[in-house]
Each structure stands twice: as structure tokens, then as C-alpha cells.
């Protein structure tokens, strides 16, 4: 298997209210950095963001980006991941934040966009709903899934570049 390239770093990602700002760049040479369970997905190259508000800088969560089509790591924890801290939840900036992950993606040429979320994370699910994404089937979680504290159910929800 060849080594993925190397991401550049991204165009400024922001809109009225959030801004991304890039954390750091993962790729294979990170590997040994994970636990041995999640190894697997140092093949796909990922950005890692924190999710800050534009008028002041407050930092109010994270979001990342797997650019791959490696099917075993999109049906066990899909391309992209975010939270946003406790304190600052219900405002919307997941879906702002959700919006400017799904333009990189597709510049990237990642489609569909697949992120798996909890069945009973409703505020999560309805984020990505706002966005576009749909929802595919709720799987069984992977062992990579478990292992990162996921399932036992997910639902796999899915967006298309347009």
C-alpha cells in the first residue's frame, strides 16, 4: 500500500460567525501516535480544526476531516468527527462548523461525506440534517467505533458534493 499524500494546508474556512482554525495536519507518519487499535486510520490523511467564534476568538469546539475512500475506515468511523463544548451547545455552531467541513470535503473530492452518530445524540443528528446529510441505516459499531467509546448502534448519515 502506497503512503497517502501529504494534505496542504487549507484555504481560510470561516463564515459570519465561526471560524476553523487548523490545529494540525495527521497522516501515516502518525501512526505510532495512536493507540494500536486505531492505527488503521493513520493511512488517511486528516485535518484537525477548533471551532472558534469570529467575534471574540472563544474557542467552542473541534471538528476534523479524513480525506479517504478506504470503505473499512468510512463504515467504521466515517470521515468526520466534531464536538462542541458543553457550554456552548444549542447555538448552532456545529452546523456552521458541519457546512464549512462539507465544502472542503468536497474540494477534496470526498463524496459522499459520511459521519456516524449515536441513535439517541439528537442534537447531533439534527445538526447534520440542517446541513443536507441523510440518513443511510444504523449499523452495529465496529470495534474501532467501541473502542473510541461509540455504539453499540450507529447511524451512518451521508451528503453528496453538488
Request: neutral net charge; charged residues 25%; hydrophobic residues 40%.
Amino acid at each position: 500500500m502506497t503512503a497517502a499524500p501529504a494534505l496542504p494546508p487549507p484555504q481560510p474556512l470561516a463564515d459570519d460567525v465561526i471560524e476553523l482554525r487548523l490545529i494540525r495536519i495527521l497522516g501515516p507518519d502518525d501512526a505510532a501516535q495512536r493507540p494500536p487499535e486505531m492505527r488503521f486510520i493513520a493511512a488517511a490523511p486528516e485535518y484537525r480544526f477548533a471551532i472558534h467564534l469570529r467575534d471574540d476568538g472563544q474557542r467552542v469546539g473541534r471538528i476534523h476531516l479524513r480525506i479517504t475512500d478506504d470503505p473499512v475506515i468510512t463504515r467504521a468511523i466515517g470521515h468526520s468527527g466534531y464536538e462542541v463544548d458543553q457550554a456552548h451547545r444549542q447555538r448552532g455552531y456545529a452546523t456552521r462548523a458541519l457546512r464549512l467541513i462539507r465544502e472542503l470535503a468536497c474540494q477534496h473530492g470526498v463524496s459522499p461525506l459520511w459521519i456516524l452518530i449515536e441513535p439517541d445524540n439528537l442534537p447531533s443528528r439534527k445538526a447534520v440534517e440542517r446541513v443536507g446529510f441523510e440518513l443511510v441505516d444504523i449499523v452495529s459499531a465496529s470495534p474501532p467505533a467501541v473502542a473510541l467509546g461509540l455504539g453499540p448502534e450507529l447511524c451512518r448519515y451521508a451528503v453528496s458534493c453538488t
